[in-house]
């Protein structure tokens, strides 16, 4: 029996499958790293003495924000297709909303 694990059909799997296995830690770390970001913000402005509703559309708004500045080249070019991410908005709305009454 011969060894195909340098045939480049083998040699591009293992790439591809480390190249994922990246991502999906660097997607795991960002997240994370969103997730207490947005935990901080909400009680820093819940101790100031923002109203929820007033914290939730600022961090909506950041987001808004965000997007925007990634669908640019960067020269102010449009770079994207310009979708917004529905479900991180909610995400964010909700952790807002638990951080708020923790």
């Known amino acids: 029996m011969t060894d195909n694990s340098d045939s480049p059909s083998s040699v591009l799997g293992a790439e591809l499958a480390r190249a ?3 991502s999906y830690e660097i997607s795991l ?3 994370v790293s ?3 970001a947005v935990r901080s913000y909400t009680i820093h ?3 100031l003495g923002t ?3 007033v914290v939730t559309r600022s961090a909506a708004r ?3 924000e965000a997007e925007d500045g990634r669908a640019t080249d960067g020269n102010g070019a449009r770079d994207g297709d310009g979708a917004r991410d529905l479900d991180l908005a909610r995400h964010l ?3 807002c909303k638990e951080d708020y009454k923790a």
């Open 93 to 95: 709305a909700l952790w």
């Open 29 to 31: 770390n960002s997240l």
């Open 34 to 36: 969103l997730r207490k």
């Open 62 to 64: 950041v987001l808004l």
């Open 45 to 47: 402005h819940r101790n």
């Open 51 to 53: 109203p929820l509703d």
């Open 20 to 22: 994922l296995e990246r």
